[in-house]
């Protein structure tokens, strides 16, 4: 089974401040296996990413999603007050999470 | 617009049952995969199982193999977790969750671009 590391575990930025999450797979991920998602308390999680640089319906252009084979990445450009959130990398291979980046207020 | 209702959570005692729902609206509810996810207390998203749109293949996650079973009734457009044999590491919030691909009766779930809010199964004596 693959395995997922995400890090940091914890960022704490401003908004309007760039952040930059990473997801390790523990052997090679095809591209198209790979979505981000973002969950706020109290929230259904939303799919952010998919196929690893596929924005799904809606999503703002500041996120985007880049990588290949173990190393994946999201990054948000300039931080928006409604982005302070935890994020989860997701393979589809066996449906497998990381354990989340939470992306706090500084 | 999609909708994703679950139903059926609650407190059960250790070794017990329960049965949860997930009633579905706003797309074609045969032709899509579902899946439920879990999150326990403080923990991250896990899945835990998936079912094709046909209902005809589904899978589990390792740690629910042999005591969790997923089911569907299309002509209800529900879904369904029998859970038995529940311990104290089920505890979670349970949500169903529609996968993204439209693709007939016999895709296994990938990615999840609909959820719904969730319903809370506590096991506990």
């Known amino acids: 089974e693959i395995v997922l590391t995400q890090s940091p575990g914890t960022l704490s930025l401003s908004p309007g401040q760039r952040a930059t999450l990473s997801c390790r797979a523990s052997q090679s991920v095809t591209r198209r296996y790979l979505a981000w998602y973002q969950h706020k308390p109290g929230q259904a999680p939303r799919l952010l990413v998919y196929g690893a640089s596929t924005r799904a319906t809606g999503i703002p252009d500041r996120f985007s999603g880049s990588g290949s084979g173990t190393d994946f990445t999201l990054t948000i450009t300039r931080l928006e007050p409604e982005d302070f959130a935890v994020y989860y990398c997701?393979?589809?291979?066996?449906?497998?999470f990381g354990q989340g980046t939470k992306v706090e207020i500084k | 617009e999609v909708q994703l209702l679950e139903s059926g959570g609650g407190l059960v005692q250790p070794g017990g049952s329960l049965r949860i729902s997930c009633e579905a609206s706003?797309?074609?509810?045969?032709?899509?995969?579902m899946s439920w996810v879990r999150q326990a207390p403080g923990k991250g998203l896990q899945w835990v199982s998936g079912?094709?749109?046909?209902?005809?293949?589904?899978y589990y996650a390792d740690s629910v193999m042999g005591r969790f079973t997923v089911s569907r009734d299309n002509a209800k457009n529900t879904l369904f977790l029998q859970m038995d044999s529940l311990r104290g590491e089920d505890t979670a919030v349970y949500y169903c969750a529609k996968d993204l691909a439209y693709c007939g009766s016999e895709c296994e779930p990938e990615f999840f671009d609909n959820w719904g809010q969730g319903t809370l199964v506590t096991v506990s004596s």
């Open positions: 079912i094709s749109g046909s209902g005809g293949r589904t």
């Open positions: 706003g797309f074609i509810f045969t032709s899509y995969a």
């Open positions: 997701q393979q589809s291979d066996s449906r497998t």
